[in-house]
DNA sequence: TCTGTTGTTGACATCGTTGGCACTGCGGTG
DNA sequence: CACCGCAGTGCCAACGATGTCAACAACAGA
């Protein structure tokens, strides 16, 4: 009994090919022939070797196949701002999905809303070697990401077009959306509508800014910037949009630029006697049951079409960078619907 | 000018250390040291290094890293039901928050709540040689893992407890806590409760019934299995409760045991005239607004005790299994403090 | 001058797998 | 009988990184 015979300690470790082989009485490459369902092995060997891989519980080793054969992997990444966002992750669900049907595995991880986090889970995700890159973007810059797409590496961007990486992405039409939905506000009489807004930093609220300055300026407000606020999640659209209706010259209508901003917005307008008209981006579970006029639009969808592009690209389709843009469409449920109080000065 | 330099063709490929390497004139292991931090390289010729590395626009290649240093890969895999449930991502994102502190990577791949889908997504992240594994178990059968976990692979889930294979588990306090509410019900006067639960199969439902159970016996009522109806999504729930509430014998109060649930039994009660009483488990964004009460408890937390209790193992804990029950708390809103209707048979 | 120490560097083996190629029998062909 | 094709198998290199160890220079102390 030496001192140092490892094997002798309790440190068991993971059978590999090798081990399979030796107690299969193969070849690893036999082996390995036999496990990765290549063709020309004698039915008994490989029975053998299955015996074997059996009996030692053998695992092969991913990485060690990967990195072997090159760019080969199944694992598609999948970076998202926030996972307890559902909009993010129903995104992630429809790619999931259409992913799986090709073999393929989807692999998330978060950037926090945060660019520089986005940078180096993204950056992380490459040095896995994904067979594609899915990212919702926060940062507006991914430069970093050209050579990496030259090496053939399809990287498709969500919800916000990449600026300056050619790359396909799949957005909304978020900006005529924004516009039509403030033209019915405006067209059922409603003059001072409070917009609530995510960060300017971030794509889909300037172009939904935007729209709604379009609608704005069309029906003669040139200070439509003064009715413009911000909020970044749901406990600051409340308390800005109840500071909004108990202040001077309050709004007849809210209108909430996404999910997050309209759960605050309902959770303060809640039980008000005369409630403001409310508008919200992005449909949710419980806005039927509320009432909640809403600019609605698949989430699920946007991932599925994403996939597509992936797989698309995969498959060799060569050329410029698309850019998808999917519909929304206007769900009055009441809220939206209201007209402003009649008495006015 | 030779036919066969490889670099004159048209194949860009991803640089390896070497070519850092050779960019640098110095050899791969010193590059290797100036990249990875390690000590006793000279300042210039470290330079010289990052140079090249950068100019090459260098990334390491972790599969041939981690593959190298065996099990040191600073991936953590998350295997949850569904990406468009909030239960399970919020428990990600619970764990993804501490993970990250400590320098770990969380990647997540659903089970899409199926036990075969579940089994291999989970193989696959072993496969890829993971630090350590979170589940929110679907299956039953685990004893697969066994192995793999004998050789040292973290493991906990979450949710539901571990059965055939000795693992840490956090889970909450299901039984009593669905107990107690009942109890509330039935101090209230209710005596025909309608409770619809999730799938046998699953643990928490049974746990949770067996909690209504409990309660319904000790108020002397045997035949409480004729007031348990079974709905696994929103739709079939709403289809329940509707069915529950036009039928003869109606219940008086209805008890939805999980999220999904709850949101269908909230819909197909909303704007009825003289609602019954209504009890979910697990609390959701709107249930204030909607006046829900709730058995409420954290989800991110449950992710957060997994990842401290991973962490723990990794850091050398041993020892038995570790079970750790969360507490849940009522939160009273309204609609299960209604009262059955005075006039009854 | 010899020996020991310290810092810097590179040659080589290695992780677990797959690809390329060569080798062995064996039956069929000219 | 030399030759071919072909199924079945094994040896060796390779993927891209890191670990081990030794070589070497510079320098201090005896």
């Given at each position: 009994?030496?001192?140092?015979?490892?094997?002798?300690?309790?440190?068991?470790?993971?059978?590999?090919?090798?081990?399979?082989?030796?107690?299969a009485?193969?070849?690893?490459?036999?082996?390995?022939?036999?496990?990765?369902?290549?063709?020309?092995v004698?039915?008994?060997?490989?029975?053998?070797?299955?015996?074997?891989?059996?009996?030692?519980?053998?695992?092969?080793?991913?990485?060690a196949?990967?990195?072997?054969?090159?760019?080969?992997?199944?694992?598609?990444?999948?970076?998202?701002?926030?996972?307890?966002?559902?909009?993010?992750?129903?995104?992630?669900?429809?790619?999931?999905?259409?992913?799986?049907?090709?073999?393929?595995?989807?692999?998330?991880?978060?950037?926090?809303?945060?660019?520089?986090?986005?940078?180096?889970?993204?950056?992380?995700?490459?040095?896995?070697?994904?067979?594609?890159?899915?990212?919702?973007?926060?940062?507006?810059?991914?430069?970093?990401?050209?050579p990496?797409?030259?090496?053939?590496?399809?990287?498709?961007?969500?919800?916000?077009?990449?600026?300056?990486?050619?790359?396909?992405?799949?957005?909304?039409?978020?900006?005529?959306?924004?516009?039509?939905?403030?033209?019915?506000?405006?067209?059922?009489?409603?003059?001072?509508?409070?917009?609530?807004?995510?960060?300017?930093?971030?794509?889909?609220?300037?172009?939904?800014?935007?729209?709604?300055?379009?609608?704005?300026?069309?029906?003669?407000?040139?200070?439509?910037?003064?009715?413009?606020?911000?909020?970044?999640?749901?406990?600051?659209?409340?308390?800005?949009?109840?500071?909004?209706?108990?202040?001077?010259?309050?709004?007849?209508?809210?209108?909430?630029?996404?999910?997050?901003?309209?759960?605050?917005?309902?959770?303060?307008?809640?039980?008000?006697?005369g409630?403001?008209a409310?508008?919200?981006?992005?449909?949710?579970?419980?806005?039927?049951?509320?009432?909640?006029?809403?600019?609605?639009?698949?989430?699920?969808?946007?991932?599925?079409?994403?996939?597509?592009?992936?797989?698309?690209?995969?498959?060799?389709?060569?050329?410029?960078?698309?850019?998808?843009?999917?519909?929304?469409?206007?769900?009055?449920?009441?809220?939206?619907?209201?007209?402003?109080?009649?008495?006015?000065?």
């Amino acid at each position: 009994m030496t001192l140092d015979a490892p094997d002798a300690t309790a440190r068991p470790s993971r059978a590999t090919l090798r081990d399979v082989a030796q107690l299969a009485e193969v070849s690893i490459k036999t082996a390995s022939r036999v496990l990765s369902g290549q063709p020309n092995v004698r039915e008994e060997t490989a029975r053998r070797v299955r015996d074997a891989a059996r009996a030692l519980r053998f695992r092969p080793n991913r990485l060690a196949r990967d990195l072997r054969s090159g760019a080969v992997s199944t694992a598609v990444g999948f970076v998202i701002g926030d996972l307890s966002n559902p909009f993010y992750t129903q995104i992630a669900a429809g790619a999931e999905r259409l992913l799986r049907e090709h073999g393929l595995e989807l692999f998330i991880a978060t950037s926090d809303e945060d660019p520089e986090r986005e940078r180096r889970v993204t950056l992380t995700m490459l040095e896995r070697r994904v067979r594609a890159l899915f990212v919702v973007p926060v940062a507006e810059e991914h430069a970093y990401l050209v050579p990496e797409q030259q090496l053939g590496t399809p990287m498709v961007f969500i919800d916000r077009p990449a600026v300056d990486v050619a790359a396909d992405s799949i957005v909304l039409d978020n900006r005529r959306a924004v516009r039509e939905a403030t033209e019915r506000l405006i067209a059922l009489g409603h003059r001072r509508i409070g917009l609530v807004a995510d960060r300017t930093q971030v794509w889909t609220a300037r172009e939904r800014v935007a729209g709604f300055a379009d609608a704005m300026r069309a029906a003669g407000t040139e200070d439509w910037q003064r009715w413009v606020h911000r909020a970044h999640d749901v406990a600051t659209a409340r308390a800005v949009a109840s500071d909004l209706l108990a202040g001077p010259d309050a709004p007849t209508a809210l209108f909430a630029l996404n999910n997050r901003i309209t759960a605050g917005v309902v959770n303060a307008v809640a039980g008000l006697p005369g409630p403001p008209a409310i508008l919200g981006f992005d449909d949710f579970e419980f806005a039927a049951t509320l009432g909640i006029s809403v600019i609605a639009h698949d989430p699920v969808d946007l991932g599925r079409r994403a996939a597509e592009t992936a797989l698309d690209r995969l498959a060799g389709r060569t050329g410029m960078p698309q850019q998808i843009v999917l519909p929304t469409r206007f769900v009055a449920r009441g809220s939206g619907e209201r007209p402003p109080p009649k008495a006015g000065p």
